[in-house]
């Protein structure tokens, strides 16, 4: 716990960023898929697994932001926090972990596969309270990622 399981990946410059930590606790990072996901967590205990996916990847590749962070806030607030599962799932989507993702793999949500988004989505939809944007305007910023490869938070 707490270190990485691939050594030459502790080695990696992560950022130490209070601020934007934040904003991705509280859900005001200004991306609505990990905004409602962040929401989510913070207001049930609990996110769809590949919502974990999209806001631990968001974290660790887009803001560049220590994995071990997000790892010890979901098992603040998760009811069914597992320490192995969590942990696995955040090196996992860090490229730090024993079956990591590519380091390449886009992080960005626009990207994910659109099946992807809507199977996260619907686990949040019966919490209108937790989306920021409506749905068009979702749509549409997936659309503008997508074309423009914008970095998070700029």
């Known amino acids: 716990m707490n270190r990485a399981f691939k ?5 990696l410059p ?5 601020e934007q930590f934040q904003a991705w606790c509280e859900g005001r990072t200004g991306y609505p898929i990990v905004d409602a996901g962040m929401r989510q967590l913070a207001q049930t205990g ?18 560049f932001i220590d994995w071990r ?23 996992w989507s860090a490229s730090t972990g024993t079956d990591a993702v590519p380091t390449f793999a886009s992080s960005i949500p626009g990207r994910s596969r659109r099946g992807s988004i809507r199977m996260a989505s619907s686990s949040v939809a019966g919490y209108p309270s937790l989306w920021s944007s409506p749905a068009s305007a979702i749509r549409s910023e ?4 997508r074309a423009t490869g914008r970095p998070a938070l700029s």
Do not use: C, Y
Request: charged share 25%; glycine share 10%.
């Open 7 to 11: 050594p030459t990946t502790e080695r």
């Open 46 to 63: 609990w996110m769809h697994n590949r919502l974990r996916m999209i806001v631990a990847m968001f974290l660790s590749k887009n803001l």
């Open 14 to 18: 992560w950022r130490r960023d209070d």
């Open 142 to 145: 997936v659309a503008g990622l």
């Open 69 to 91: 962070w997000g790892e010890r806030h979901f098992m603040r607030h998760l009811v069914d926090g597992d320490l192995a599962t969590n942990n696995g799932g955040w090196q």
